[in-house]
């Protein structure tokens, strides 16, 4: 039998983190986007969660627990229910930590892990979308040539986050007819980064352009060393963005109803209007439907198993009906979906922003 319900350490994890959500992010969100800043003592808060350094090992300076995809999926979830923007934040280093602790050598993993076992937030992203309409994941125009006894890398990057203090940069680069994940530091030479970009959603997130001039690396720079399986990334990838959106959804929803519920028009509550409950229907399935989505491919990660097909239906299907759920809800509130008084114009910028995002968090 398949049951869709979470274990009980999974229960207290999810309570945990929304009170968190609730009491810390919720009340920085509209501030933080109005800033175009997120203040480093929220992000310091946000680290002391562990989202990082828990499934670290001990030799690291971790707390060496297993790591369940299921259950970031459901921290995830409940981070971006506070606030998107603050979760992708949060959830930026993992990705390129995740890929070190997974699929990197030794000697990388000594050098860079214990970076993220610290007391204060510590920023390093994985550098996967590029600034072409064209852009494809697995086919990125970004390559790396032999140079010596290492590779010259050529190629640009956008919205990477943490652009503006992130220590290193996970660059994917085709590498002889396939692809590879190169370990840059910011201060590689050849290396140009951009000011911060101005994004329609997700403003919070310091986000910038990489350009990339012939940048000369060592051998070792490539994660793994010989070679690591990009695939693996970006479906970590795919289903962490899946459970942000299905975050940002359940938002929506839940401020939807009692919005509803209140507001009156003709002596009745619009919930009680055909038209406003239908939506309101429509919103509740859709977002139960990315959680289904989503805990499959997770499961998927967590056995071990090739999940790219999972973390794509997931991740597509999350992009496609976050966007409807947070127009839903800008419906449903009317005029008042329009003003920055409620949160809802707010998340239909970050569901629109968070739709065409690929290589950005992890799980």
Not at 97 to 126: M, V, Y
Not at 257 to 266: E, M, N, T
Not at 308 to 331: I, T
Request: proline share 5%; net charge negative; hydrophobic share 45%.
């Amino acid at each position: 039998m398949i049951s869709f319900k979470p274990t009980e350490e999974q229960a207290v994890v999810r309570e945990a983190l929304h009170d968190f959500a609730d009491q810390v992010i919720r009340p920085a969100a509209r501030e933080c986007d109005e800033a175009s800043a997120i203040p480093g003592e929220l992000l310091d808060q946000t680290w002391e969660l562990g989202l990082v350094s828990t499934s670290i090992p001990e030799a690291y300076g971790g707390a060496g627990e297993d790591r369940s995809p299921i259950t970031n999926a459901i921290v995830a979830e409940e981070l971006a229910w506070g606030d998107a923007t603050v979760a992708t934040a949060a959830l930026a280093p993992a990705a390129f930590a995740n890929a070190i602790l997974d699929q990197g050598t030794d000697e990388q993993r000594q050098e860079l892990l214990p970076l993220f076992c610290g007391e204060k937030f510590h920023a390093a992203s994985l550098a996967w979308v590029e600034p072409d309409a064209t852009f494809e994941p697995l086919l990125p125009r970004t390559i790396a040539e032999p140079k010596g006894a290492g590779f010259a890398l050529s190629g640009a990057k956008s919205f990477v986050p943490f652009g503006d203090t992130a220590s290193h940069f996970l660059v994917v680069a085709r590498n002889n007819g396939g692809h590879d994940a190169f370990i840059v530091p910011r201060d590689a030479e050849g290396l140009t980064i951009s000011e911060p970009e101005k994004n329609l959603g997700l403003r919070a997130l310091p986000t910038a352009t990489l350009e990339l001039e012939r940048v000369e690396l060592p051998a070792s720079a490539r994660l793994g060393g010989d070679g690591s399986d990009i695939r693996r990334l970006l479906n970590h990838s795919r289903a962490a963005l899946a459970a942000v959106m299905t975050g940002l959804s359940r938002a929506v929803v839940e401020y939807a109803i009692p919005y509803a519920k209140d507001r009156r028009a003709f002596d009745q509550a619009i919930a009680q209007k055909q038209g406003i409950a239908f939506k309101l229907s429509d919103m509740h399935i859709e977002t139960d439907s990315m959680r289904w989505l989503t805990w499959k491919a997770a499961s998927q990660l967590e056995q071990g198993a090739d999940a790219l097909q999972f973390a794509h239906h997931a991740r597509a299907y999350a992009a496609k009906q976050c966007m409807f759920v947070a127009d839903e809800g800008v419906q449903v509130l009317g005029g008042h979906g329009f003003i920055r008084e409620h949160p809802v114009e707010m998340w239909y910028r970050n569901a629109r922003t968070l739709g065409v995002l690929e290589g950005t968090v992890g799980l």
